[in-house]
């Protein structure tokens, strides 16, 4: 059964309007009906997509179900509706022929089941590739000129502008305007773009595009100098948005009215980059060195917590607090990850310190589960149940590198020659199969007698992807035999630092001790040594990946509801419709209106909540310092 797919492709809006689609469709219709006699047909129509590739969605498609062997016929106005780039036709021309799918354009009429054929095609495709860098050089100039001249060549419109057809420049929106002003007037009290972000978020001020503002948004917009009348282009590639040598921008001083004053520009410039070589005499008294700020990460939403002071103690300290940005941001309250230096300076000194002294105690004799014991020695573990496997598995061969027992050396020996027999094998496999490929090229090429062009493009893909197999396989192989001589130099240092403090050989490490003691930047220094990344969930170190590549993962023990000794028990049973009935009408309650309410004491009042939740009546969100409940959808 012959089945034409007809496709059609333009690339501007303004072929699209001069009915460009409807007169190719009707042309291929015809030409398929009274030509080729095949009134089976589907059109696949892809408009406003450029011919340079192929990642065009009706494209895409066409090829998909022409490789399930819908079509036997392509049929095309104009060779370069398909594309413009030769090694994209190629391909595609060289999987129509292996789906037994004959190719016909219209217009240059070329017969492709002939040597002649095939290669006055790809003769007339190299010029409509030629045609087509012409073409993109030309619009070039012509941007370039526009851009010289200071007028618009599209884009985004900054924040503060409006654009509109027929208009030569973005000119100022009023109420955009009043935005601009308030950001750069915000920064100047407050310096710093984070704080910005977030009291911009607080009052529902939108961006451009109505989404949130992020410390990167501000920064963007103090930095555009497009607000003090100043015209940029061609300072970014297209491509990778990388920026180019100065020589090749446009810049154009005083083009446009602009919005903010210069003084005012050049002040908050001036600010920002004080702000980032720490120069700034503000940022010296008031900036405090948070130990584990850029390696911790979110373990609920993979966003990177950002550090701050926590409330301060009876004794006057003031520890760090790490907050989940995301959890400031309106489309992401579910997310209100946290976590502060009283629980993680505690746990991570003592685990580095166990795993430091795991290097100095560990001999072939050591089993995993002594491992593991080693490395949650001491009170602050108390809760974890466990280490997962995988991690201490990687630590024990990273370990045992250096034994120098003769019965575990054999045995990474035997796992190292298992390994070097199983790389030999694919690579030999390889080769096998590489001299199979190059016979079948010998038979196809110069054997008189040999195979037809379809069995040999059937062959070699079977063979090509064969070889593709076992490339994947010893690439496998190289990094399971890369994990078992894993770096573990990193502890050293480290090590040298616990000897000199005296802490190597402390059960638990005192933190609040070491912080009067020791410079507060050489713990932090000491913890980059070791750690790359800490991942937190639900206030409790959720993993721990090491400089060398090493994560161990923690699996905490259930704990179960320790509800607080009341003179009644299950008190949800007795006032859960007081607190429905309160949910209703206020939408959320506090521990504080359920002491009002029912009269219970502050401990009582916490026994109900802890019942409330258990019961999955009602929900918590928010944070230590405001947490409120609401009942459970």
């Known amino acids: 059964m012959k089945k034409s797919a007809l496709y059609i492709r333009v690339s501007t809006q303004y072929q699209i309007d001069k009915d460009s689609l409807p007169l190719q469709r009707e042309d291929l219709i015809n030409y398929s009906k009274y030509v ?36 036997s016929h392509l049929i095309v ?69 526009r851009a010289e001249k200071g007028l618009w060549n599209g884009a985004s419109v900054p924040l503060g502008y409006k654009y509109t057809k027929g208009m030569k420049f973005p000119v100022i929106d009023d109420t955009e305007a009043i935005t601009i002003k308030y950001i750069y007037d915000l920064y100047v009290n407050n310096g710093s773009t984070p704080k910005v972000a977030y009291q911009l978020n607080q009052e529902k001020v939108k961006t451009k595009r109505g989404g949130v503002w992020t410390p990167k948004t501000v920064g963007d917009i103090l930095r555009n100098p497009f607000y003090v009348g100043t015209y940029r282009y061609n300072v970014k590639t297209s491509g990778t948005r990388r920026w180019k040598e100065k020589s090749e921008w446009v810049v154009i001083e005083n083009n446009h009215p ?72 309106d489309n992401m309250n579910n ?73 575990l050396n054999n045995q990474l020996d035997n796992s190292e020659n298992n390994t070097n027999s199983e790389l030999e094998n694919l690579k030999k496999e390889k080769i096998k199969y590489e ?19 379809k069995d040999y493009l059937f062959k070699k893909r079977d063979i090509t992807e064969h070889i593709q197999k076992i490339n994947e396989d010893i690439s496998n192989v190289n990094k399971k035999n890369s994990n078992i001589t894993t770096d573990i130099s990193f502890l050293n240092k480290a090590g040298n630092f616990l000897i000199h403090n005296e802490l190597s050989n402390k059960k638990n490490i005192d933190y609040r001790e070491l912080l009067q003691t020791i410079d507060i930047s050489l713990i932090k220094d000491f913890v980059n040594t070791v750690i790359n990344k800490i991942e ?14 090493i994560t161990h993962r923690f699996l905490y023990k259930v704990k179960y509801l320790q509800v607080i ?69």
Request: charged share 30%.
């Open 435 to 453: 001299k199979a490929l190059s016979r079948l090229e010998d038979l196809y090429l110069f054997d008189e007698q040999g195979i037809s062009k």
């Open 258 to 329: 602009g919005i903010v004053p210069v003084e005012l520009f050049e002040k908050v410039n001036t600010m920002l980059s004080d702000n980032y070589k720490g120069k700034r005499q503000f940022q010296r008294e008031n900036t405090n060195t948070h130990i584990f700020s850029q390696i911790l990460v979110c373990g609920k939403c993979g966003s990177n917590l950002t550090a701050g002071l926590d409330a301060p103690r009876k004794d006057g300290y003031r520890p760090s607090r790490y907050t989940c940005y995301s959890s400031r941001n």
């Open 77 to 145: 106005w104009k060779i370069d509706r398909i594309s413009r780039n030769l090694l994209d036709f190629c391909t595609m021309y060289d999987e129509l022929k292996e789906y037994n799918c004959t190719f016909i354009s219209k217009n240059e009429k070329f017969d492709t089941s002939s040597a002649m054929g095939e290669s006055m095609l790809k003769i007339i495709l190299v010029f409509a590739e030629l045609e087509r860098k012409l073409t993109s050089e030309r619009v070039s100039a012509v941007m370039l000129s």
């Open 335 to 407: 997310c209100n990850n946290f976590i502060s230096d009283i629980t993680l300076l505690p746990f991570i000194l003592n685990y580095i310190a166990n795993f430091i002294n795991l290097q100095n105690r560990i001999t072939q004799r050591h089993s995993l589960r002594d491992i593991e014991k080693i490395l949650l020695r001491g009170k602050y573990f108390a809760d974890v149940e466990c280490i997962d496997r995988k991690g201490l598995e990687e630590t024990y061969l990273s370990f045992s590198i250096g034994f120098t027992d003769s019965s």
């Open 536 to 549: 937190i969930n639900d206030k409790k170190v959720y993993s721990i990946t090491f400089s060398n590549g």
């Open 36 to 71: 080729l006699g095949i009134d089976d047909y589907e059109v696949f129509e892809d408009a406003g997509f450029s011919g340079k590739n192929t990642d065009r969605p009706a494209f895409q498609d066409m090829m998909h179900r022409i490789k399930n062997h819908e079509f």
């Open 565 to 633: 000794r009341t003179k009644e028990k299950f008190l949800y049973r007795k006032f859960e419709p007081q607190i429905v009935e309160y949910l209703n009408e206020n939408n959320s309650i506090t521990r504080k209106d359920i002491e009002t309410i029912t009269g219970l004491s502050h401990s009582s009042a916490n026994a109900l909540l802890l019942e409330l939740l258990e019961k999955q009546i009602i929900e918590k969100k928010g944070n230590s310092v405001a947490t409120r409940y609401f009942l459970r959808a």
